[in-house]
């Protein structure tokens, strides 16, 4: 059961043995997790994003203090690779710790062979190449995002001297203040810019036939 920290009010009653904290980076986070305590449940906290091992960004000191607070409480951490894990680790080094990477789903080796080779067919037919961009645009922490885009138009550059090249991009509204915009419409081929929707990822990767993967700046990621 997936449930908002806002939605948690005074007196709360139990309904589960174990809750995990997920992106609750604040005192409320501090002070259910208190409460919970307190009321005998097992805590977890789950950790994907490394906003913890930059000890000489003062920007994310809050994140490290509010890491020491919850390793009182917290009976275990939950990770999202085997590095986010060294760096849990580091800071609570008497907690049991586990790695859980991110799902993948099955996918049919026939269907995609058969969707390669239209593809394939489609750029030698028409001379045109569609190329995909999808991901969170923007990072208040890090140079990554729409920044990273805008650093590979000479990839995109080498492939428009043999092809007709159209870049689509599904990004956050946010991400699309005056800099970002001024980023990607900087790069050398005609761009469609969208709001990201799940079926408009899926959408995009079954039409395009290059896509750039969205990684983050760090070595959590995947």
Same mark, same amino acid.
């Given at each position: 059961? *997936? ?218 990621? *995947?």
């Amino acid at each position: 059961e *997936i449930v908002s920290v806002d939605e948690f009010r005074h007196p709360i009653a139990l309904s589960a043995d174990v809750y995990l904290f997920s992106k609750c980076y604040d005192v409320r986070g501090i002070a259910l997790a208190k409460v919970l305590k307190r009321a005998g449940a097992v805590l977890g906290v789950d950790f994907f994003d490394d906003h913890f091992s930059q000890v000489d960004d003062a920007r994310l000191v809050h994140r490290r203090e509010w890491m020491d607070e919850m390793k009182g409480l917290a009976d275990f951490a939950l990770c999202s690779t085997t590095q986010m894990a060294s760096v849990v680790g580091g800071r609570w080094p008497d907690r049991p710790n586990h790695v859980m990477n991110d799902p993948f789903g099955e996918f049919d080796a026939l269907t995609l062979g058969d969707k390669i080779e239209r593809k394939l067919l489609d750029v030698r037919s028409s001379g045109r190449v569609r190329v995909g961009w999808f991901g969170q645009g923007d990072n208040n922490h890090f140079p990554v995002g729409l920044r990273d885009l805008a650093r590979f138009g000479h990839v995109l550059s080498n492939i428009q001297t043999r092809f007709d090249v159209h870049l689509d991009i599904l990004t956050n509204l946010r991400a699309l203040h005056t800099d970002g915009l001024e980023r990607i419409h900087s790069l050398p081929v005609p761009l469609t810019i969208r709001e990201w929707s799940q079926s408009r990822e899926t959408g995009l990767l079954n039409e395009c036939q290059v896509a750039f993967i969205p990684v983050n700046g760090q070595p959590f990621s *995947i």
